[in-house]
């Protein structure tokens, strides 16, 4: 959902315009107040401020400013930007947030490998001479088997693909670097 911070008539049609671009509900308020209470409840993949308000009500806007989560800001001057500038900027904001939410999953899947992954191999060779001793009951091989399998999927998900590291170490394309290259 994206919450949409303005307090003029055309924030309607804003709102829809933008429902239609994104395919995401839109919530419109028309002052901080009431934007700090929505964010204080749901959970907000952006918020378009009106520049204008966080000059007019900055104690409101700092206090707005700790309650976005993981909201992407997106601040917009509407008295001069019409709704397909508005919608780019929105769109550019979320596109931004997108890579900086990979790239931090990629940088904490990278540090929980490298503090798990002594500790992994250990359980995955203790599983795999302890599967090879002789005489063990059927019980044990079992939960032996069952330790072995969650120790390679856990090995699995912190495995990092050569495509994965790439995906997030590489800059999106833009569409003007598009362009060009076309």
Excluded at 85 to 106: D, K, P, Q, S, Y
């Amino acid at each position: 959902m994206i919450l949409l911070i303005w307090s003029s008539d055309r924030a309607q049609d804003c709102a829809r315009a933008i429902e239609r671009a994104f395919q995401r509900q839109v919530r419109v308020v028309s002052n901080l107040q009431q934007a700090c209470e929505h964010l204080q409840s749901e959970e907000y993949s952006a918020v378009l401020v009106d520049q204008w308000i966080t000059e007019a009500e900055p104690g409101q806007a700092d206090f707005l400013f700790h309650h976005l989560g993981t909201a992407a800001p997106v601040f917009v001057n509407f008295g001069i930007s019409g709704v397909e500038r508005i919608v780019r900027e929105l769109r550019a904001a979320l596109n931004r947030r997108g890579r900086e939410t990979m790239l931090a999953r990629h940088n904490a899947r990278i540090a929980l490998r490298n503090e798990l992954k002594d500790e992994v191999t250990a359980l995955l060779l203790c599983c795999g001479i302890a599967l090879s001793e002789p005489g063990l009951d059927e019980a044990t091989l079992a939960r032996l088997r069952t330790i072995d399998e969650v120790a390679n999927k856990i090995k699995e998900k912190l495995t990092i693909s050569e495509e994965e590291c790439e995906a997030v170490t590489t800059p999106a394309a833009t569409p003007k670097a598009q362009s060009a290259s076309a």
